[in-house]
């Protein structure tokens, strides 16, 4: 297919999203990414019946956190596709760069970025 | 098993912002079943509040840490080195567990990081619900074991009452009626006889009307 896609993010994977805790998602805000979306199957597909159902639930407690600290909570989303659509996938990490880009940096990574400077 | 719920997080950032080193203690026994104070709980907290105070400028260390039971002087203990490492500690045990913790380091603030809720099941994904008061004297052998105490509205140890309606309590339709569920599970049982027995007016003294309770057992006692 040879789809374009943006290269600043990072895939990190997963057997399943139902794998993914909502510490994984504070964790790399805390570390200083901008945005975080998780991509799982469709719904009702699962390999293991709520796997996706789960990190959907995840995520949503995790955009509530992120909005609760002041950091943000649409900067995390959840997409659903199947692993035949790759464009769909490109389109989704298109979206998804532009909205955070639109969004601008997060505000832990100008705190910490601030706090090196400073230093 | 202790039913607990997490305290918002803007109501903890209230308690905690005038001090600068703060331990998040987990509990691994009951909250952390529901979900609300063991140690993913305690990491999601500490993680919360670090980002939180980064984002204000403020300098703050917030370590975490999680005993096994909070409501036991020996793993309470276990933090006993580092105490003084800390200004404060947000306990995500529950009541009884916060206030052990309090009871044992007496110079150190400790604040509550849940609301502790009632003695329940996890009846579903999600979902917890009372089934017991504790009240001292255990009815459950009349009642075909459902707790007319912690499940009716009223306590009514002679019911249903005039509020049931279809198997529900007058509270609203998410409330089964406890006397229903008792009628129906003495038919199961084929001790309907049971339901006819009145029963005699409750020694509250063992509940709270007594005041606080202590249990001494002297067989165990060293």
Redesign the interface.
């Known amino acids: 297919m040879r789809l374009k896609i943006p290269t600043n993010f990072r895939i990190v994977r997963l057997p399943c999203t139902g794998k993914i805790d909502i510490i994984h998602i504070l964790r790399a805000f805390e570390k200083g990414a901008d945005g975080l979306y998780v991509v799982g199957c469709m719904e009702g597909d699962c390999h293991f019946n709520q796997g996706n159902f789960r990190a959907r639930k995840r995520v949503e407690q995790a955009a509530k956190i992120l909005d609760q600290v002041g950091v943000g909570g649409e900067r995390v989303r959840m997409y659903n596709l199947s692993s035949g659509e790759g464009p769909l996938f490109a389109q989704y990490s298109i979206e998804m760069v532009n909205k955070i880009k639109e969004m601008g940096p997060s505000p832990v990574r100008l705190a910490k970025q601030k706090k090196a400077t400073a230093a | 098993m202790i039913i607990a719920e997490k305290k918002?997080?803007?109501e903890i950032i209230e308690e905690v912002q005038n001090f600068d080193r703060i331990l998040i203690l987990g509990c691994n026994e009951c909250v952390t079943v529901c979900e609300a104070g063991g140690k993913?709980e305690v990491?999601?907290l500490a993680?919360?509040?670090?980002?939180?105070f980064?984002?204000?400028?403020k300098e703050k260390v917030i370590s975490e840490h999680t005993l096994e039971r909070q409501c036991d002087h020996e793993y309470l203990e276990e933090i006993r080195k580092n105490i003084d490492n800390y200004d404060a500690i947000v306990s995500l045990a529950c009541g009884v567990g916060v206030q052990f913790a309090a009871e044992k380091y007496l110079t150190m603030p400790l604040l509550p990081g849940v609301n502790t809720i009632c003695l329940g099941a996890n009846e579903d994904r999600g979902l917890w619900t009372e089934r017991c008061q504790a009240c001292g004297s255990c009815v459950l052998a009349r009642t075909g074991g459902i707790c007319p105490v912690s499940r009716c509205a009223k306590r009514v140890l002679n019911g249903p009452c005039g509020g049931s309606t279809n198997g529900k309590c007058e509270l609203g339709p998410d409330t089964d009626c406890a006397w229903q569920l008792i009628v129906d599970r003495l038919k199961a049982l084929d001790k309907m006889d049971d339901y006819e027995k009145i029963a005699p007016i409750k020694d509250w003294s063992t509940d709270r009307a007594g005041g606080p309770r202590t249990v001494t057992r002297e067989d165990v006692k060293i």
């Open positions: 918002p997080i803007q993913k990491e999601v993680s919360a509040l670090r980002m939180y980064i984002t204000q400028g």
